[in-house]
């Protein structure tokens, strides 16, 4: 993942979900340890939680994207392929 944007992912590695599950168990002890949802250690849990569902969703999303967007580049190098064919 070194040097990509998040939406260039293109497979969830084991090194992208190590991130992703430090990244959220980071927030859910910050959570605990800062008194967010009255230090409730269930909520925090259930925030941590929500953190890696958040990170899916949006993963899949931008993944959904981009194979609309590789759909309709493939679309337009074809009918401009075949405009050049037309004109020779």
Do not use: P
């Amino acid at each position: 993942m070194k040097g990509e944007a998040f939406d260039e992912v293109d497979a969830l590695r084991l090194r992208e979900w190590v991130a992703v599950i430090l990244s959220s168990l980071v927030y859910a002890v910050a959570g605990h340890f800062g008194g967010w949802f009255e230090g409730s250690v269930v909520v925090c849990i259930c925030f941590g939680f929500y953190m890696v569902c958040a990170y899916l969703c949006s993963y899949l999303i931008y993944k959904i994207k981009r194979t609309i967007d590789a759909k309709h580049l493939n679309e337009d190098l074809q009918r401009f392929q075949n405009r050049l064919k037309d004109e020779v």
